[in-house]
């Protein structure tokens, strides 16, 4: 990694399955780093999901020290228990964000799509092809939610002055 790269990192917040992305940006070419999931067992207590996301989000932070933290905003309109659940999951990513001293930006999933696909009624593969193309991988990713979290990275790299 070059001196003048600035680490991003987007998370794509979720209860059973919060996905992270990582990509550097030198100029304006953008390079990916690492993509996967944070996955939390039903089997598992509701508070020990929480603290599973936490703690890993803390780790990913620590690893990658990034110079941009995004993540995205929530939007539910039909199933309100889900939407709550992803919220606290949502908390505990700020959490992680603010106790590692770093700056959050949040983005809506509106603003992804129309940032990434020119289109804010994008569906996930085409979500997930433009985040293949931008970033010049050879395959879409597998996990909708990694590639939506690469998506929030990328959103926060066009639109964040600190990168520039």
């Keep these: 990694m070059l001196k003048t790269d600035k680490i991003i990192l987007g998370f794509d917040p979720g209860f059973a399955d919060t996905g992270f992305g990582v990509i550097a940006k030198d100029n304006n070419s953008l390079r990916f780093l690492a993509a996967g999931s944070i996955r939390t067992a039903k089997t598992k207590d509701f508070v020990e999901r929480l603290q599973i996301i936490y703690n890993e989000a803390d780790k990913l932070i ?13 939007y539910f309109a039909k199933n309100v228990k889900t939407a709550l659940d992803v919220g606290q999951a949502r908390g505990v990513l700020l959490l992680a964000i603010s106790k590692n001293s770093k700056e959050i930006f949040e983005f809506t999933p509106l603003q992804v799509k129309q940032a990434v696909c020119a289109n804010g009624q994008a569906s996930k593969q085409q979500v997930g092809l433009m985040v293949k193309t931008i970033l010049g991988l050879k395959t879409i990713l597998k996990s909708d939610d990694a590639a939506d979290a690469l998506a929030v990275a990328i959103t926060a790299s066009f639109f964040n002055k600190k990168l520039s």
């Design 62 to 74: 620590k690893k990658y020290q990034p110079d941009i933290i995004a993540v995205e905003k929530l």
